[in-house]
């Protein structure tokens, strides 16, 4: 080390050969200064950086009971956790492990040099699925020095693949607590460090978003790595219809053969039981269940019909393609189960690094909005929970009550539950025999006493996590040219079987739907991606009951399934036939009117900014 004046600098020792401690070959290496840290060496190789603490001095060691100890600092940071490095202003250098004599010199100064910042993430001790933002600074008395490094690091993070460069950003401001703004403008810094370009919209009104995604150009589409919704499971959910509408050309889901208004395929429209005509928005393969596309179709390319350019196409499913959601809202399903924290940093930080998930989405067809109306098929879908009766019925209660903020969702869930109204359905569900849906119905008739007797390796839930083996797997039949995304309709052992009668509520969940109030969800072992929706039919029930059913959901662990007047089926699709005058739905948190429906599922449709909770 050198001393000039007053400051302490380090010599240039730049070692572009020298190799690491782990025995692989270095690109760069040298004695720098880490900020509240002091001399380093800092070694970079294709895996990321490392540095440790130069020789401590004699009179820096500590002695404790007698025994003495030198205090070593060796860390790292994996290049896959950096998301930006910068060249900052001359400044100070503040260090801790010079010796005793020069600390007493430099009283209360640090030392004067050229300096450069690596941003990055480290993972939360207490909570491993929540990210932490990381910044190092390291300094050395030539500019050159710390050029080179910015230059070697910025160069080396152009190669990570998948980094979004540029992306298209939607802000609801009245999300949540009305935060959506303030949730942007606290994350936006990221984004720019990141050398990440956004063109953000700030929604004005209800369906903006929804509009601006159907009407975009598959041109300008095209130009962006992807788009981030600052807001809600709603505002998801609008934006994710406003892409998926104009733009996946998929059949009609698959439904029984005396389905009430669906009689019979014939070739590119539907005959219906009242002599209408519904025109089909594709044609039917000839096997009966539909597909999204055909093999034959130069990659499942779809062009956009509501824009002006017929060329270049966009192609739905799409692999590079990515949604973000920053979360600004009430609940946060949808965050809460592909990151695993509800947390604007975490989420923002996986969408810089690149991150990827594959999400299942639902496609719901409503053919009658009430019983008297004509057949008009209208499709939405759905990424978390399509709900009816008590779930229909808190959702358009909390529309009376949004001057409450989030708080509006207890007060009108207490209000329902306490009427405790039931309605008459028929569920008409797609029975695929299979190892899972076997298990799960046998974890179902499982009894109070063998539970208790399980310990936590015998025990049947296969969680979700981040590099999940069952969204990973792929189907076994996928190379014969049957599509994927729908390859539990293709199961030989597949029958319709049907529940009727009076129920509090019928929902199907896409994913868990965990969320603070439900830690587990909905459904424990819900996947992301396994092709599968988790049909639950509460049948009425006593007052008690269903508040213990509830109460079972609010607790980690729970059994919220494991009642005699509860039903829990996974099945590739369903239909649903209100036997009454009300039908409500709940479909990510917005309301959808519909006496008659079907719906599937299909498997890793989109895919997400998000790496898949830790825990």
Not at 486 to 513: D, N
């Amino acid at each position: 080390m050198e001393r000039e004046g007053n400051d302490c600098v380090v010599g240039d020792k730049s070692h572009p050969s020298a190799a690491p401690s782990n025995g692989e070959a270095s690109i760069l290496s040298s004695t720098l200064l880490l900020d509240h840290v002091g001399e380093v060496t800092l070694t970079f190789n294709s895996d990321g950086l490392s540095w440790k603490l130069v020789e401590s001095f004699d009179n820096d060691d500590s002695i404790c009971l007698g025994i003495k100890s030198v205090s070593k600092v060796v860390t790292e940071i994996k290049l896959a956790d950096i998301y930006a490095v910068e060249l900052i202003d001359h400044g100070s250098i503040h260090i801790s492990n010079l010796p005793r004599a020069t600390e007493r010199l430099l009283l209360g100064h640090g030392v004067k040099m050229y300096r450069f910042n690596v941003h990055g993430v480290i993972r939360s001790k207490n909570q491993p699925s929540q990210w932490i933002l990381a910044e190092y600074t390291f300094g050395h008395k030539k500019l050159q020095t710390c050029q080179k490094w910015v230059n070697q690091l910025n160069a080396s993070l152009k190669l990570e693949v998948g980094r979004p460069r540029n992306l298209l950003v939607f802000v609801h401001p009245r999300s949540g607590k009305g935060s959506g703004c303030r949730t942007w403008e606290a994350v936006a810094p990221i984004f720019s460090r990141a050398k990440v370009e956004t063109k953000v919209i700030v929604t004005e009104r209800a369906g903006q978003a929804f509009d601006v995604m159907s009407s975009i150009t598959n041109m300008e589409l095209n130009s962006y790595d992807g788009v981030i919704a600052v807001g809600g499971d709603g505002f998801f959910n609008e934006i994710l219809n406003g892409f998926l509408s104009p733009r996946l050309k998929a059949p009609y889901p698959p439904t029984p053969p005396d389905f009430v208004h669906l009689v019979k395929d014939n070739g590119d429209s539907l005959v219906l039981d009242d002599n209408e005509i519904v025109e089909e928005t594709s044609s039917q393969s000839e096997d009966q269940f539909p597909l999204i596309s055909s093999p034959k179709q130069s990659g499942s390319r779809i062009s956009n019909p509501n824009s002006e350019d017929k060329a270049p196409e966009f192609p739905v499913p799409n692999e590079w393609f990515r949604f973000g959601i920053i979360p600004a809202g009430s609940t946060d399903a949808i965050v809460i189960c592909t990151t695993g924290a509800r947390d604007p940093i975490t989420s923002a930080l996986q969408i810089v690094l690149g991150k990827r998930v594959h999400l299942d989405i639902a496609q719901v067809v409503r053919w009658k909005t009430t019983p008297r109306s004509k057949v008009e098929p209208n499709v939405r879908y759905a990424a978390s929970f399509s709900g009816y009766g008590f779930y229909g019925d808190v959702i358009t209660e909390s529309e009376k009550y949004r001057w409450m903020g989030p708080k509006r969702y207890d007060y009108a869930g207490t209000m329902v539950f306490l009427k405790h109204r039931s309605y008459e359905a028929e569920i008409a569900y797609l029975d695929v025999e299979s190892d899972e849906t076997n298990l799960t119905s046998k974890r179902n008739r499982q009894g109070s006493l063998l539970r208790a007797l399980r310990t936590p390796r015998t025990s049947e839930r296969c969680i979700c996590r981040a590099n999940c083996k069952v969204c990973n797997e792929k189907p076994s039949h996928a190379s014969a040219g049957f599509c994927s995304l729908t390859p539990h309709l293709y199961s030989q052992e597949r029958r319709w079987m049907k529940s009727k009668g009076r129920f509090l509520s019928v929902g199907a969940a896409v994913i868990s739907c965990r969320n603070e109030k439900a830690p587990d969800g909905l459904v424990a072992d819900a996947h992301l991606s396994d092709g599968f929706l988790h049909l639950i039919l509460i049948r009425d029930c006593p007052h008690a009951s269903y508040l213990w059913h509830l109460t079972q959901l609010t607790r980690r662990g729970g059994s919220p399934l494991n009642f005699k007047f509860v039903e829990h089926r996974k099945t590739p699709a369903f239909t649903f036939t209100s036997l009454g005058n009300e039908s409500v739905w709940n479909l990510d948190g917005e309301i959808f009117q519909a006496h008659q429906l079907s719906a599937q599922v299909f498997r890793g449709l989109v895919c997400l900014f998000a790496s898949g909770p830790e825990i």
